[in-house]
Structure formats: C-alpha cells, structure tokens
C-alpha cells in the first residue's frame, strides 16, 4: 500500500503561482508513474499532469500547458506541481495520484493510489 500526502494548497490571486507537493510512503518510489488531478466543484475528477518513472517524460491537459511543470525527486519520493499564470478556472481540489507500480498509464480507471486531495483557489 502507498501513501500520498499532498501538502502546497491555498488561495491566491489570478496570475499568481503556488507549488503542490505529494510525499510517497514507498521505498520504491521510482518504479511508479506519478500524475496529479483536480476536480471542481460540480465537476468530474479531470487529468491535469503525469511524469514518468525517471522524469525523463511529462504530459499536460491542453488546458495547464505552458503555465503547470510536473517534477520530481526520487530521492525524497515527492512529486511536485508548479503552477504559474493561475487563472480563476483552475480552482479545484488538486489530488496526486499513482497507478500500481510499474505502470506508465496515467487514465484515471487505471488510477490505483490516491491523496487526500488539497485545495486551490484563485480569486478573480
């Protein structure tokens, strides 16, 4: 079983940045694709970015592109989330997610672990 804590949420102005953080409880942290997804309000959970076991390769929803960087240390098993340019749309609960260990797809059904989920809100 893995343990994800995301800690980074907050409130802050249109155009600003916050950074999320997930912290994993696995002594395997390398071996697992790591993604982060949001869900607003009203809304269903959506995919916003993934990294690959190494870092060596990231995806973004068209909707983050060019304003979120998905990074990680494996190191310190933490995924990060920078996100800059927020805008009042990206309010949402922000939740870090793994499939089960050594799998590269990030689709939510293939979702295995999932955090506790950290609030982010922009004001307009």
């Known amino acids: 079983q893995v343990r994800l804590v995301e800690s980074g949420g907050g409130l802050v102005q249109a155009g600003g940045s916050l950074r999320l953080s997930c912290a994993a409880s696995?002594?395997?942290?390398?071996?697992?694709?790591m993604g982060w997804f949001r869900q607003a309000p009203g809304k269903e959970r959506e995919f916003v970015a993934a990294?690959?076991?190494?870092?060596?390769?990231?995806y973004y929803a068209d909707s983050v592109k060019g304003r979120f960087t998905i990074s990680r240390d494996n190191a310190k098993n933490t995924v990060y989330l920078q996100m800059n340019s927020l805008k009042p749309e990206d309010t949402a609960v922000y939740y870090c997610?793994?499939?089960?260990?050594?799998?590269?797809?990030?689709?939510?059904?293939?979702?295995?672990?999932w955090g506790q989920g950290t609030q982010v809100t922009v004001s307009s």
């Open positions: 997610a793994a499939p089960p260990e050594g799998w590269s797809s990030m689709a939510l059904a293939d979702v295995k672990y």
């Open positions: 696995t002594s395997t942290f390398s071996m697992y694709a």
């Open positions: 990294i690959s076991w190494g870092g060596g390769s990231t």
